[in-house]
């Protein structure tokens, strides 16, 4: 959901705190695999006693379940929320009205 004119290193691969990052509740299945792996990828961590890969992996679990939990609400995630991705009251009145003229 990012503008196309806007720069973003990460563009391939989204950062899950990004205001554009947007998705619905249509991803949960691809978001609860990502969980089950990232617990996997911990697992294997721990085993091997890689703490800063554990912390860093435990830090995306987070978000994951995090993003998860709004999706199975039936809501969309989407930070900027409706304000930061288009025009609503009289700013969309101002923009109807300069499109008339």
Known sequence: MK????????QLNPCLTCRSFCTTPEFIPA??????QTKEIIR???MQGRAL???KN???LEKL???VEVLKQGKIKHDAGKRGREYV???RERIRKQKNN
Do not use: D, H, Y
């Open 89 to 91: 009251g009289e700013e």
């Open 44 to 46: 294997k961590g721990e």
């Open 3 to 10: 503008p196309s004119k806007m720069e973003c290193a990460t």
């Open 31 to 36: 978001f609860e695999e990502e969980i089950k």
């Open 58 to 60: 435990k830090l995306l």
């Open 65 to 67: 379940e995090n993003i």
């Open 53 to 55: 890969w554990v912390q």
